[in-house]
């Protein structure tokens, strides 16, 4: 069965250093979600692409948060530098369009961040 | 805007209990309802959803949720639950229209007890 894959699981750093999270989502689908989970809390969506563009990243915050998904696969979530009050789960989901008409979003398995 | 409230942040029974999780929302359109479960070390996944036609629905694993316009609630609902569904459960609702992106609940935490 095809699956959102997402690594690292689990990322600890220092504040004030660089993080990098990549996601790989199921083959075809055209969307592609990032989301932030604070523990005890539900998912918050940071930026949905819609192949390689930015459909909404309202919730990003930009001044240390940057996504690309240059050839509308796969993506990358930065952040820099990294600040105590980012440790969370951070989600990657996919879809295969998440406008016009609903398709069921799959979610991968998170990558745990720790900031020291 | 939409917000959700899941007012069961934690949640435990033993098997074969009824189970009843609650959730409010909160917009004033027309809206779409999901139930989202996350079982341990396992990935988010949707459980079941509601957009138009009959309100009580019914997803996988015995589960069913009913959409009550008037009480802008889309309670969650197992006649008896087994140990494997220990799990963290999340509410979310969409308003419908433009990209379909939920807002989850924080979540209620559901132990049960063999």
């Known amino acids: 069965e095809a699956e959102v894959a997402q690594s690292p699981r689990y990322k600890i750093t220092e504040k004030s250093q660089a993080v990098a999270f990549w996601c790989d989502p199921i083959?075809?689908?055209?969307?592609l979600y990032w989301y932030r989970q604070i523990l005890g809390q539900g998912p918050e969506l940071l930026v949905q692409?819609?192949?390689?563009?930015?459909?909404?990243d309202s919730q990003l915050p930009k001044d240390r948060f940057s996504a690309e998904r240059l050839k509308g696969v796969d993506s990358t979530l930065k952040i820099q530098p990294a600040e105590l009050g980012d440790s969370a789960m951070y989600l990657c989901?996919?879809?295969?369009?998440?406008?016009?008409?609903?398709?069921?979003?799959?979610f991968g398995p998170g990558t745990r961040l720790t900031v020291l | 805007a939409q917000s959700v409230s899941q007012h069961n942040h934690h949640v435990i029974l033993s098997e074969a209990a009824s189970l009843e999780l609650g959730c409010n929302y909160s917009?004033?359109?027309?809206?779409?309802l999901f139930w989202y479960v996350q079982y341990p070390g396992q990935h988010l996944q949707l459980l079941l959803k509601?957009?138009?036609?009959?309100?009580l629905v019914k997803g996988i694993k015995g589960f069913e949720a009913e959409f009550i316009k008037s009480k802008f609630s889309f309670n969650l609902r197992k006649p008896s639950v087994q140990w494997s569904d220990t799990a963290e459960y999340f509410c979310?609702?969409?308003?419908?229209?433009?990209?379909?992106?939920?807002?989850f609940g924080r979540g209620t935490s559901l132990i049960v007890h063999p």
């Open positions: 989901a996919s879809s295969l369009s998440g406008t016009g008409s609903y398709n069921e979003q799959f």
């Open positions: 083959s075809g689908h055209a969307t």
């Open positions: 692409f819609q192949d390689e563009s930015v459909v909404d």
């Open positions: 917009y004033g359109g027309t809206v779409n």
């Open positions: 509601y957009f138009s036609g009959d309100p």
């Open positions: 979310a609702v969409k308003g419908s229209g433009g990209s379909y992106i939920p807002t």
